[in-house]
């Protein structure tokens, strides 16, 4: 058997979590999660997902606001991250993540799973972003929105937690059989 078709079926048959999160800014010591959408991913089978607005006990700042559209309002009956990261971190179990830009929202993933249930999260990780710099550097905007209408992929990016997660989970096909062609 060649490394080649070893390495597609390894990977078409690998439990992928697909997440994005929305957050009240970057940094975790001092910002909060709003929103964490994830697919469970078989191939291009979806498995399961799990999603949750959460209370940041903060006010969202002005751009998040419009940026995400999510208001104050919106979160106010939102269950805490304490309440939301046991069951978050046993949908991710330790299958590899995929997100865009992975390593803030991992940053975030890391600090709450770590300061409420003592966990370390050492999950092999992919970056949707840093694969498409390699694999289509002709792309001409390098964000998940650009990327997206690049390669016409069905869905739209819009800074929402489950629309983001979907065209991350397009792009990750995307780029998945872009390195199965690169063999």
Known sequence: ?????????TLQDTLFIVFDLETTGGNPERNCITEI???KIIGDEIIGSFYSLINPYMPIPPIVR???????????????????IPTFIEFIGDCPLVAHN?????????HYANLYCKKEINNFYLCTHLLSDKLI???PNK????????LELPGQANHRAES???????LFKYLLNKLDQAQ
Request: glycine share 6%; net charge positive.
């Open 137 to 139: 550097n002709h792309a």
């Open 66 to 84: 419009r940026i995400t559209g999510i208001t104050d309002k919106m979160v106010r009956k939102a269950p805490h991250i304490k309440e939301i």
């Open 102 to 110: 992975i390593i803030g929202d991992l940053l975030f993933v890391r």
């Open 1 to 9: 058997q060649s490394t080649s078709s070893h390495l597609k079926k």
């Open 143 to 150: 964000s998940l929105r650009g990327l997206g209408q690049f």
């Open 164 to 170: 983001d997660a979907y065209q991350t989970f397009e």
């Open 37 to 39: 959408f994830a697919l």
